[in-house]
Nanobody
Framework: QLRLVESGGGLVQPGGSLRLSCQAS????????AAWFRQAPGKEREGVSC????????NYLDAVKGRFTILRDNEKGTVYLQMDDLNPEDTAVYYC???????????????????WGQGTQVTVSS
């Protein structure tokens, strides 16, 4: 069982930055894919970014390309989401997720994942 805990959310002004962290209960071996999802009030959950176990594959939601960066440190068991140039449309609860399968070492997607964190609130407002 893999346990994930997010941190780093908060209130930020438009144009500001935040760095979310996702700590796994153990070392994230390089065969786990990891991802960040978000859910805004009244909207469906959407995939923001994912990274394969080795970092070979990284994907982003079009709306965050060029502003968000996903990183992972397998030795520390941590996945990060660096969010720059935030705008009010980025306001949501952000969730970390992880998956292990035959493909996850070198590939990732923004669909269903098995392991989830509890979420952290990000609010972008002036």
């Amino acid at each position: 069982q893999l346990r994930l805990v997010e941190s780093g959310g908060g209130l930020v002004q438009p144009g500001g930055s935040l760095r979310l962290s996702c700590q796994a209960s153990g070392k994230i071996l390089d065969h786990f894919a990891a991802a960040w999802f978000r859910q805004a009030p009244g909207k469906e959950r959407e995939g923001v970014s994912c990274i394969s176990g080795t970092g070979l594959t990284i994907n982003y939601l079009d709306a965050v390309k060029g502003r968000f960066t996903i990183l992972r440190d397998n030795e520390k068991g941590t996945v990060y989401l660096q969010m720059d140039d935030l705008n009010p449309e980025d306001t949501a609860v952000y969730y970390c997720a992880a998956e292990i399968a035959s493909y996850t070492r070198n590939y990732c997607h923004l669909r269903d994942y098995t392991y989830w964190g509890q979420g952290t609130q990000v609010t972008v407002s002036s």
